[in-house]
């Protein structure tokens, strides 16, 4: 069965997408706009519990990846390649529970979504106003991944530390982040076509600015 995208779109008209690099400010951006406006808040993974139950091997083998490991030094000693390939196809794979996902939270109520829906996806089941690009310099998104608190990320880092000769490991790993926030994957969200915000490395606080350009974008306010 296949469900047309005019279909999706209508059903997703409530819905909000900011996609990106990494350490562009989009899960922080979210938030924000959610607690602003009274939007359903869905931050990075937020489909995760169903995908995990839901996913099968032969369908959606990437999103099974995970579910399979018994040792996540597996995980973090992966060639750069192959964690470039895993990142981005798990994305895909993805997008069916999270269109799913974002139709059922959306029917009466806006929502604001940390997405990994592929781009070419996104133009087909939203538009313009729907949809916010947030972008980073690769120093960034690479340097300082490791810089955040959240869970996800301090549970990787002792991942790393744990593994014999975990400096080695450490640079392996950020040599898969630099491949996954490319200047090739970096141009390809900057031409996209989609309202674009590029953050700058200089060390102030623009989080209530940013919060207000793409708020004004969405048509949240005037």
């Not at 964690?83 to 196809?89: I, L």
């Not at 989609?194 to 600015?209: H, I, P, Q, S, W």
Request: net charge negative.
């Amino acid at each position: 069965m296949q469900i047309e995208n005019n279909i999706l779109k209508h059903y997703l008209r409530n819905v909000y997408f900011i996609t990106g690099t990494a350490y562009a400010g989009k899960s922080t951006t979210v938030r924000m706009l959610a607690e602003r406006y009274g939007m359903v808040f869905c931050g990075e993974n937020y489909h995760i519990d169903v995908s995990d139950a839901v996913a099968t091997p032969d369908v959606q083998p990437d999103l099974c990846y995970r579910k399979s490991l018994t040792d996540w030094k597996a995980f973090v000693t992966r060639s750069p390649e192959e964690y470039e390939r895993w990142m981005y196809n798990s994305g895909r794979e993805g997008a069916g529970f999270e269109i799913a996902e974002l139709i059922s939270l959306s029917r009466d109520r806006k929502v604001i979504v940390d997405t990994c829906i592929p781009l070419d996806v996104l133009r087909e089941i939203s538009d313009y106003h729907r949809v916010a690009v947030m972008l980073s310099p690769q120093s960034m998104s690479v340097e300082r991944f490791f810089d955040r608190e959240d869970p996800e990320k301090r549970f990787l880092l002792n991942v790393i530390d744990s593994c014999e000769n975990a400096a080695a490991v450490m640079e392996n790993y950020r040599a898969g982040l630099a491949r996954i926030n490319s200047r090739e994957h970096y141009e390809e969200y900057a031409s996209s076509g989609f309202f674009t915000v590029v953050r700058e490395d200089n060390g102030l606080d623009t989080r209530e600015a940013v919060c207000d350009v793409i708020a004004r974008h969405f048509g949240l306010t005037s």
